[in-house]
Every structure is written in structure tokens, then in C-alpha cells.
């Protein structure tokens, strides 16, 4: 065995003379796990935030389809405004119901998102 592995053993092993040299300590054992919660709440509010970001992101990404759903349609049907998400499903141009709900302005054709699951 080398020096460094047997460095290592030493350090894990604590093979003392004295009772109180064997294994770990309770301030050993209570660091550690203070180290591990600290890390483990960094990463689960790391996570919870891109969860959050990526829902913000599809429902911006939706919001986007629909609108341009709405523009493609007025200029195919000589400038009318669908009423709903309902028509421009019916008439192909977008392919599924979208989540949340969207009110078209009839007026201005401008989509606006109300809820979003």
C-alpha cells in the first residue's frame, strides 16, 4: 500500500489506543450534517426558481403563438379577427387548444392572457 492510501486509512480508521479516538465525533457528525443541509437548501431554491422561469417561459412562448395564430388568420380571411382560440383551432392554425385563457380583442386583434395553469 502506498503512503497516501494508507494516510487515508488512518484518517478514517482512527485506530487509537484511547476509546475516544474510534470513529467519529458528535461535533464531527453535527458539522457534516450542517454542511449538507446548507448545500441542500442552495440547490432546492435553485431548482424551484428554474422551475418557476420555465413556467413564465412556455406561458410567454404560448402567448406569442397565439397572437401570431391571430395575425395569420385576420390576413387570410380578408382582416376578420377570430373570436376565440376555439376558431383558430377549427381553422388549422394552431394545432391544440392552448392552455390558460386568451381574450382577442376584436378590434385591435390583440391577444391578452388571463390565467395561466
Known sequence: MTKAI??????FNRKGNSPF???FTLIEMLVVTAILAAIATVVILNVTDFIGSGHQEASDTELHNVQTAVVVYATSHNGTIPENT???VTAGYLVSDPHGTYTINQTSGEVTQEAYP
Open 86 to 88: 376555439d376558431a383558430l
Open 6 to 11: 494508507k494516510g487515508i486509512c488512518r484518517i
Open 21 to 23: 479516538e474510534k470513529g
